[in-house]
C-alpha cells in the first residue's frame, strides 16, 4: 500500500489531503527509482486523482457505485467474513455505507477504522446502525467508544491503483503501519473507480498489495 509518502507530521491536523498539494512534476511524469522523485510524482498524482474523482457526475457515481456494490457482494458471498473493518466515505469515494448496513442485517459484524495517535497503526471499533459516533480526524466519524477488534476483512478505499494491486492512499502511513502490525494479516479488499486506475504506482519495500481491488469495471483488477 502507498500511504507513507512523506515524513511523520508534526500533528494529526497535517495529514490531511489538503495540506499536501501537488508538486511541480506533471501528473503522467514517470518518475526514476529513487524515492524522493516517486513521492513527488506520488503527490501530484494524487491531488489529480482525488479532483478527477470529486468531479464525477451524479449519475455517473451513482451507475458506477452500484456496479461496485454488486460485485463487492458477490465476492463477499463467495468468501464469506466474519468481521469486516470498513470506512467512512471521504472526498467522492465510493461510498459503502449501504453495502455494510445490508451486511449488518445478515449478521455480519462491521468494523470502522480509528486514529489513535501520529505514527500508530490504527484500532477498529465495531460499527452497527445507530452507534455513537464522534468526529476523527479530517472530521470522518468514528464510533465514539468500544474495545479493538480484529477484522478478518478490509474494505479498503483507493485514491489511486494499479494492475499488480498496489494502491495509492493519502500519503498519511495508517494502513501501511495498521497492515503490518497486525497479527493476523486481512483479506485486503481495495476499493476504487476505475478512472483512478494508474499504469504502475512504483511500488517501494513499505507498499503492500491488496488481495484484490474492486471497481466498476467488468471483472476486478486483481
Known amino acids: 500500500m502507498t500511504d507513507q509518502d512523506s515524513a511523520p507530521p508534526s500533528s494529526l491536523q497535517e495529514l490531511a489531503p489538503d495540506s499536501m498539494p501537488p508538486d511541480s512534476m506533471p501528473p503522467d511524469s514517470m518518475p526514476t527509482d529513487d524515492w524522493a522523485e516517486v513521492r513527488v510524482w506520488r503527490k501530484a498524482e494524487r491531488a489529480a486523482l482525488i479532483a ?23 465476492l463477499l458471498e463467495e468468501n464469506p467474513a466474519r468481521l469486516i473493518g470498513f470506512y467512512w466515505p471521504f472526498k467522492g469515494e465510493y461510498d459503502p455505507r449501504p453495502l455494510v448496513r445490508a451486511l449488518h442485517r445478515s449478521g455480519i459484524r462491521l ?21 455513537p459516533m464522534t468526529p476523527g480526524v479530517w472530521n470522518i466519524p468514528v464510533p465514539a467508544e468500544g ?7 478490509l474494505l479498503v478505499p483507493v485514491v489511486g491503483f494499479d494492475a499488480a494491486g498496489y494502491r ?16 493476523v494479516r486481512p ?23 491488496m488481495d484484490r481491488i474492486v471497481t466498476d469495471e467488468p471483472e476486478p483488477v486483481r
Open 111 to 131: 468494523a470502522l477504522p480509528v486514529v489513535i495517535g501520529k505514527a500508530q497503526p490504527l484500532i477498529f471499533r465495531l460499527w452497527w446502525p445507530g452507534v
Open 187 to 209: 483479506r485486503l479488499i481495495g476499493i476504487g473507480f476505475a478512472g483512478s486506475r494508474l499504469a504502475s504506482i512504483h511500488p517501494q519495500p513499505h507498499d503492500i498489495p
Open 147 to 153: 474495545d479493538p477488534v480484529q477484522p478478518d476483512t
Open 168 to 183: 495509492l492512499g493519502y500519503g498519511g502511513g495508517f494502513y501501511d503501519r495498521t497492515i503490518a502490525a497486525m497479527p
Open 52 to 74: 478527477r474523482r470529486v468531479a464525477m457526475a451524479t449519475t455517473d457515481r451513482a451507475a458506477a457505485s452500484a456496479h461496485i456494490t454488486g460485485r463487492l457482494t458477490r
